[in-house]
């Protein structure tokens, strides 16, 4: 996988280390982002995508027939 370098305010660093419990900023990132996008892909396969939406939005908007 590529790397990619970034800059942090330190104190963000410090933050992020301690809410990951690591010693390193940079593995303390990766943790949260890799939590971030779990996160995130959970949210989606519960709720659906964008595209679902599309879809359920027609159902919704067509009149019952029949009545």
């Given at each position: 996988?590529?790397?990619?370098?970034?800059?942090?305010?330190?104190?963000?660093?410090?933050?992020?280390?301690?809410?990951a419990g690591t010693r390193s900023p940079q593995d303390a990132v990766e943790l949260i982002v890799r939590d971030y996008l779990a996160r995130g892909h959970r949210t989606e396969a519960r709720t659906g995508n964008a595209a679902d939406q599309d879809r359920l939005a027609d159902r919704r908007s067509a009149p019952e027939e029949g009545r």
């Open positions: 996988m590529a790397k990619v370098t970034i800059s942090l305010d330190s104190d963000l660093a410090i933050e992020v280390m301690l809410l």
